[in-house]
């Protein structure tokens, strides 16, 4: 229990912001891109209690954290609204709104490498093992989000991205697959197929992560 506890705590922090920070890039992209329906209903915002869903956001992660050991993290936030409706070229600014998502957690990725690494390098203290555990959940968690969320399964944002890319046709007909989006994830999920999809993926990004920053 005790050990369970020490991870939440040092879990809780990259964890939140990996989650509502994929949100909040969202909304500023949109608004960058015409939608002002974020902005409008203050969700455009780097404070993570504007995107903080008391389920998705705690619960969840708390109870797959508890039950998996440790050894597992999941949850989402409160997605940003986004009216693709209202951005000027609906079809091409729907990429980068979508992509914009994924792109945060692999800055924020970076940002925690980097906070692993000076870890690495400050003198020995109190704080420097703390520091350490942040950034390893810190990579692991933004790495497995980026992965998650560019899968082209929509509503994932791979899924948008892939009917940004799409001819219109193609893209009317593959979007009509996104109320069951999350239904064919959960099935991915408990066949473990989505583990096998997305554990060499997650590995190669980290990789390459802990490569740049010589995490190794």
Known sequence: MESLIQTLAISALPVIFAITLHEAAHGYA?????DPTAWQ???ISLNPLRHIDPIG???????ILLFSGGSFLFGYA??????FGRLRNPKQDMFWVAAAGPAANLFMALCWAFVLKLAWLMPSNEFTLPLSEMGKVGIVVNCVLMVLNLLPLPPLDGGRIAVSLLPHGLAWKFARIEPWGF???LLLLFTGILGAVMNPLV????GIIEFIFGLY
């Open 30 to 34: 949109a608004r960058h891109f015409g």
């Open 41 to 43: 209903m203050g969700r």
């Open 57 to 63: 956001t705690i619960v969840i992660p708390i109870a």
């Open 78 to 83: 409160k997605p940003v609204p986004v009216d």
């Open 183 to 185: 239904p064919i994830l």
């Open 203 to 206: 590995m190669l990004s980290a």
